[in-house]
């Protein structure tokens, strides 16, 4: 079991209170944070091809939040890009990063659930700590380790921050 699987027990009965839009916007911002904590940054440890393709997909999930149309994402295309990733770039972590987008978009075709919430948080984490090379990867190193904690604890603050379930803001 993982430190995020510990951590997040309780996340889902929140989730559950929020609106699906705001949802796919946690969702999305937990890829968009995972992708910010690669250290020493998402440029260095990534290929190039893989940089430009996630910056190019998180705009166009963006677009889809405002304007939802199958046409930005969700296309055999761009799976098939998303997917052919992993056989041109070996950075640790690309395969969750990779699952978390596929989730996303996948769950994208129902209600998207807080359990479709929780399936991309948690690849987004494993990005994290995959890039972090961790040894033995047990709960206790992950406590070690600043940045996993850091995400563990900015997922948190995306699900319980300030509107995020009471009221829901403006955003969702």
């Known amino acids: 079991m993982l430190l995020w699987d510990e951590e997040s027990e309780d996340w889902e009965e929140a989730l559950s209170e929020v609106t699906p839009l705001r949802r796919k916007r946690i969702a999305l911002a937990g890829i968009a944070m995972a992708i910010d904590s690669v250290r020493p940054s998402f440029d260095e440890v990534f290929a190039h091809e893989t940089v430009v393709w996630f910056q190019q997909a998180l705009r166009r999930c963006g677009a889809e ?58 690849a987004s984490y494993e990005a994290v700590l995959n890039s972090e090379r961790i040894g033995r990867v047990t709960p206790e190193a992950e406590r070690q380790n600043e940045n996993c904690v850091r995400v563990i604890e900015m997922q948190r603050e995306l699900i319980f921050g300030s509107s995020a379930v009471a009221g829901e803001n403006a955003l969702g």
């Open 65 to 122: 939040l405002e304007r939802p149309s199958s046409e930005l994402i969700g296309t055999d295309e761009f799976l098939d890009e998303l997917h052919s990733l992993v056989d041109r770039d070996s950075a640790l972590g690309l395969a969750s990063l990779v699952m978390a987008v596929s989730t996303y978009v996948d769950c994208l075709e129902g209600e998207f659930s807080a359990e479709c919430t929780l399936d991309v948080l948690s």
